[in-house]
């Protein structure tokens, strides 16, 4: 006997669609969260790109919803975090932050992936208001606005495309003296007479507009990105420049997917994994270790977004639930 059938660890949307289908297909389900349900999803403001809701909705709303939808189909939630995954034969093996375990015959991942950030003064105070690591969430609530969009790679310079498009000025900055992105997409940028570049330049502060006077760090106290900062570089030396106005910045520097619990340490579990450290799956949501399927922002996916998240999620309880039926001798 298990402590359930499946375990999915991560409450966010992939974890809470994977929950509800996984319950509505009659398994035990356990849903590990060392957070609140929601995930990063409830530090969006008003959800407005999901399909459906056209007026839109906040977004601690929503996942309440996707909470008490996977509640009210049976699977239980469990307020502790995931600290290793062990596999013995057909059994996983979760140990828990608190020193506990659980035990379950199938695993969904749905951990997610943070944002990396430029760890700058205003970042965190003004993310929500101004600060954004994604175009397609926020992007149209800046429509003829000033934005900046910070980073050189592939995802910046298609971001900075799809913002030409809304906002009235985009000003690209990126580190290096010239972009990592792939030729063709930066050359797009490049020749794009809405969008200004300047290489070798990086953020140092983002401020709002509601800043005390003579303030010298960003308090966030109720306003909204309205200036920043930037240094120049030059062989290692930072000049800093006058500070400049802004409506809004967009972070595109990378993320970081949350995969130690399957990267093999303290004899755990180990998943294939590709160059960027992502989960690689099938169509079914199953990675390389029988049993274990991952949903969301950890896997390797194209588009991240929280009605593909939500899609994963119900992918991977289905076929997890084959998995088990097969396990028990119900393979259909």
Do not use: W
Not at 32 to 50: C, K, T
Not at 175 to 188: M, S, V
Not at 236 to 244: R, V, Y
């Amino acid at each position: 006997m298990t402590d359930a059938d499946l375990i999915i660890i991560g409450a966010g949307p992939a974890g809470l669609a994977s929950a509800q289908y996984g319950a509505r297909s009659m398994l035990s389900v356990l849903v590990l969260e060392h957070m609140a349900p929601g995930g990063q999803a409830l530090l969006i403001d008003v959800l407005e790109n999901y399909p459906g809701i056209t007026l839109g909705k906040q977004s601690y709303e929503f996942c309440d919803d996707l909470h008490r939808q996977a509640v009210n189909f049976g699977a239980k939630f469990l307020n502790e975090g995931a600290a290793a995954i062990l596999k013995d034969k057909d059994v996983f093996t979760v140990s828990l932050t608190n020193g506990q375990t659980r035990t379950a015959r199938a695993i969904v991942l749905a951990t997610g992936a943070k944002h990396r950030k430029l760890d700058v003064p205003g970042e965190d105070e003004y993310y929500g208001r101004g600060v954004s690591y994604c175009a397609t969430c926020d992007g149209p609530f800046f429509k003829n606005k000033k934005i900046f969009v910070v980073g050189g790679g592939d995802a910046a310079c298609d971001e900075a495309q799809y913002l030409s498009r809304l906002a009235d000025q985009v000003i690209v900055v990126h580190r290096r003296e010239k972009f990592r992105a792939q030729k063709a997409l930066a050359e797009r940028v490049l020749s794009n007479p809405k969008i200004e570049v300047r290489f070798n330049t990086i953020v140092k502060t983002i401020r709002g507009s509601k800043e005390p006077p003579g303030s010298k760090e960003p308090t966030g106290m109720g306003g909204k990105v309205s200036s920043l900062t930037l240094a120049k570089l030059d062989n290692g030396t930072e000049t800093l420049l006058p500070e400049e106005s802004a409506d809004g910045v967009f972070i595109f520097t990378g993320t970081l997917p949350q995969t130690s619990l399957i990267s093999g340490g303290s004899g755990g579990i180990k998943a294939e994994l590709n160059e960027e450290g992502y989960v690689i799956t099938d169509e079914k949501m199953a990675a390389s270790v029988p049993g274990l399927f991952a949903a969301g922002d950890v896997r390797a996916t194209p588009f991240r977004q929280i009605v593909t998240a939500a899609a994963d999620g119900a992918i991977a309880a289905r076929y997890a639930s084959i998995y088990i039926d097969n396990l028990k001798g119900e393979a259909y």
